[in-house]
């Protein structure tokens, strides 16, 4: 599976990109976000985009960010039974990462509901299945903790042992954030092991 493609822009449309990787072009595809940020750039230039290989059937596409908290946040929509790489892509093209994930957090259907694609039921859907897995995606200034995880970190991997452990996202999150205070260098075993202190359930 393709994570990571870094090369020379060889085309650029509001929803694609093709990468030029060492001779080999790759079609990627991506949201508006990512678009702007690439378009910046300009054709010829070197970019490089964290990516979702997404495999269905016959048919093998790529879907690029230029964030992994946009890629993030991408997984988490197509892991919605009827969300799609395409409407995930569509979201994210309506509301900025950060936006977005602050949205679902707060349940702000109204907000989420004026996304092109995106109907009363989809906008319950986003709320109800992502608000608790959402916390660490979250804009600060929308009542995040502050600090932005990225999946791979410590951070991230720490939160997601503890989601795994049956705790929700915002509590881990408050509980891994804690356990870093005055030590940000610590391995994730003992981040897991000091939340999970604070947690009570270790």
């Given at each position: 599976?393709?994570?990571?493609?870094?090369?020379?822009?060889?085309?650029?449309?509001?929803?694609?990109?093709?990468?030029?990787?060492?001779?080999?072009?790759?079609?990627?595809?991506?949201?508006?976000?990512?678009?702007?940020?690439?378009?910046?750039?300009?054709?010829?230039?070197?970019?490089?985009?964290?990516?979702?290989?997404?495999?269905?059937?016959?048919?093998?596409?790529?879907f690029?960010?230029?964030?992994?908290?946009?890629?993030?946040?991408?997984?988490?929509?197509?892991?919605?039974?009827?969300?799609?790489?395409?409407?995930?892509?569509?979201?994210?093209?309506?509301?900025?990462?950060?936006?977005?994930?602050?949205?679902i957090?707060?349940?702000d259907?109204?907000?989420?509901?004026?996304?092109?694609g995106?109907?009363?039921?989809?906008?319950?859907?986003?709320?109800?299945?992502?608000?608790?897995?959402?916390?660490?995606?979250?804009?600060?200034?929308?009542?995040?903790?502050?600090?932005?995880?990225?999946?791979?970190?410590?951070?991230?991997?720490?939160?997601?042992?503890?989601?795994?452990?049956?705790?929700?996202?915002?509590?881990?999150?408050?509980?891994?954030?804690?356990?870093?205070?005055?030590?940000?260098?610590?391995?994730?075993?003992?981040?897991?092991?000091?939340?999970?202190?604070?947690?009570?359930?270790?």
């Open positions: 599976m393709i994570g990571h493609l870094r090369g020379s822009v060889f085309h650029l449309a509001p929803q694609l990109v093709v990468l030029d990787v060492g001779g080999v072009g790759y079609q990627v595809h991506i949201p508006l976000a990512t678009y702007a940020e690439i378009e910046r750039l300009g054709v010829g230039t070197e970019a490089s985009l964290h990516v979702h290989t997404h495999v269905r059937d016959d048919t093998l596409q790529l690029g960010f230029s964030s992994p908290q946009e890629k993030a946040l991408f997984e988490r929509l197509i892991s919605i039974s009827g969300i799609g790489p395409k409407l995930a892509q569509a979201i994210l093209s309506g509301l900025p990462a950060a936006e977005l994930a602050a949205a957090k707060a349940g259907l109204r907000r989420l509901n004026a996304i092109p995106v109907g009363k039921k989809t906008a319950e859907r986003l709320i109800l299945e992502l608000k608790d897995r959402i916390a660490d995606l979250a804009d600060p200034e929308a009542g995040g903790s502050g600090e932005v995880a990225i999946p791979g970190s410590p951070v991230r991997d720490a939160i997601d042992a503890l989601v795994h452990l049956g705790y929700r996202a915002a509590q881990a999150e408050r509980a891994v954030n804690a356990a870093r205070k005055g030590n940000e260098d610590l391995p994730v075993g003992e981040l897991v092991r000091t939340a999970l202190r604070s947690l009570g359930g270790g």
